[in-house]
């Protein structure tokens, strides 16, 4: 079976001591590509030797996150423009609003997240949204923003079944990733209405690890664990959802 993680951090401090081993077990795990989005520029270096180390694999974002908009939003911007401009990227991510942590630059979060939803589509690549506290004003934001151009994911989708029936309209995915194996966290009912045509795997490691290794690392060899959740949730072999959700992944990021 071949699986995709479509949204990965692989390229933190976190895994400095095993970031190799780490990739190779995931690839013996079947995951065939990992997909990176990007934070910012601090952490820019080190995404992009990862890429370059694993080019067939490890496959790079260009964005600004959200939790990162501060009074230098207009630098980092531009260094996102250029670096989009050299063709490099198969996404504008990860990009959003985040109302959880900090509301101090909202604003700017807002006109971040809608201008680079304007290089999305001026590119032609998809998006990778993040989204935390935060569902109506993204979502009023894409519906502004929204032309037959503009494609992408919700990542880390915790949301109500309106809220992905309202995603799933736009003609957006959504990435289910550990949360789904959360006992209490009532993702299992709403993606249990969902069409498996609409969602795509993501680990967001090192966060958000999956039961039963939850309060550990994150990582991408975890991807068959929350396939297996998804199929038990769905009641469809491991093979189709591996087979359904790889298919969606690369058509969206138009992978090989």
């Known amino acids: 079976m071949k699986f995709v993680d479509s949204h990965t951090h692989l390229y933190l401090d976190h895994f400095a001591e095993d970031r190799f081993s780490v990739i190779e077990k995931a690839i013996h795990q079947g995951v065939n590509y990992m997909l990176l989005p990007a934070i910012d520029r601090s952490t820019f270096e080190s995404m992009s030797k990862l890429a370059s180390d694993f080019p067939e694999k490890c496959l790079p974002m260009m964005g600004l996150h ?18 989009l ?20 630059f ?22 990778v949204i993040h989204t935390r506290d935060s569902f109506n004003e993204v979502y009023s934001v894409v519906m502004e923003e929204k032309e037959d151009l503009l494609t992408g994911v919700f990542h880390c989708f915790t949301g109500s079944f309106e809220e992905a ?5 736009l003609g957006f995915k959504l990435g289910i990733g550990g949360v789904l194996t959360f006992k209490n966290a009532g993702l299992q009912q709403v993606v249990a209405r969902l069409p498996l045509e609409a969602m795509i795997l993501e680990t967001d490691s090192p966060y958000l690890t999956p039961t039963p290794f939850r309060g550990k690392r994150n990582e991408s060899s975890y991807i068959p664990l929350i396939a297996q959740k998804l199929a038990d949730v769905k009641g469809k072999p491991l093979q189709e959802i591996a087979e359904i959700t790889t298919y969606n992944t690369k058509k969206l990021f138009k992978l090989k």
């Open 66 to 83: 959200p939790t990162s908009v501060d009074d230098q939003v207009a630098s980092e911007l531009a260094f996102v423009e250029s670096e």
């Open 106 to 127: 909202a604003e700017k979060q807002t006109e971040a997240f809608r201008h680079q939803l304007r290089l999305a589509k001026k590119h032609h690549l998809p998006v």
């Open 165 to 169: 029936e309202k995603i799933i309209e």
């Open 85 to 104: 401009d050299s063709g490099k990227y198969i996404a504008v991510g990860e990009i959003g609003i985040d109302l959880y942590w900090d509301k101090t």
